[in-house]
């Protein structure tokens, strides 16, 4: 398939190679901060990628020199009141909501620096890959303010203490660090993190997505559930998955010794 891309909105660009979609944070000159209309933008460009049927995987990376440095706080100064703040925050962290609840896994290419809400969007992500350099923190009380919204994701990611270790301190760490802690995937020499990040969606894109997608519904569902209540709840959603085209399509090709490819799979 042909590469395709779409100029639908301001701050963010969107393309579509293969099943492979991508999204690029696009205010370069900002170090592409979540402005509140980067924050809109991602969220409705990470909505039309989820209901495309032809994408199958996601890669989120950002344009030019950096990931994106957090909230741009210029916009501090148009809010007065608690109820105006909350509004205004609840937009900047919308995307961590839709990154949870999609059905296409999302897969962040990171370069430069993830701080503040970068480093949240890394972690809200279901998978992350790195260029040798880059630099994560929680920065914010730097400025008086506090990663609250970005730790929830980071809670996903990372033991408590790491978390708190970010947040409190709002220092940074390298990439490498990152890799340890458990907030990437991989980390790569520096111009390869694109690429890396193809790898990962282009083999998440070659499986079943009828799989692929209930079963990043059902492990988001079973990671906070209890113990017994998520098996449960994985025997139903793996009965599911087994009454589907995929699982039967699937099974025979693959005890016919000729698994499907990615074109030959019957679901979206």
Request: glycine share 8%; aromatic share 6%.
């Amino acid at each position: 398939m042909t590469s395709e891309t779409t100029e639908q909105w301001e701050t963010v660009e969107t393309s579509r190679d293969g099943y492979v979609g991508r999204i690029t944070l696009s205010r370069p000159d900002a170090m592409n901060t979540f402005s509140t209309g980067l924050a809109q933008d991602l969220d409705e460009a990470l909505h039309a990628l989820d209901e495309d049927p032809d994408v199958r995987a996601i890669i989120v990376d950002g344009a030019g020199d950096t990931f994106s440095a957090g909230i741009d706080v210029s916009e501090h100064a148009d809010h007065e009141t608690e109820a105006e703040y909350e509004t205004w925050v609840a937009r900047m962290e919308e995307p961590f909501h839709t990154l949870t609840e999609m059905s296409t896994p999302v897969v962040a290419a990171v370069h430069g620096h993830a701080a503040a809400n970068g480093i949240g969007l890394v972690a809200a992500c279901d998978l992350a890959v790195a260029a040798e350099g880059t630099q994560f923190g929680a920065t914010a009380p730097k400025v008086g303010l506090f990663c609250m919204g970005p730790a929830v994701p980071l809670m996903q990611s990372l033991e408590r203490k790491r978390v708190l270790e970010l947040i409190l301190t709002g220092e940074l760490i390298d990439a490498e660090t990152a890799l340890d802690w458990g907030l990437l995937n991989r980390v790569v020499p520096d111009g390869e993190h694109l690429d890396a990040a193809g790898d990962l969606a282009e083999t998440i894109a070659s499986k079943s997505p009828t799989a692929v997608q209930m079963g990043k519904a059902a492990f988001y569902e079973m990671v906070d559930m209890e113990y017994d209540a998520a098996l449960d709840y994985s025997n139903e959603r793996f009965a599911a998955l087994c009454a589907t085209e995929d699982a039967g399509e699937g099974i025979a090709a693959f005890l016919d010794g000729e698994p499907l490819d990615a074109d030959e799979w019957p679901g979206r």
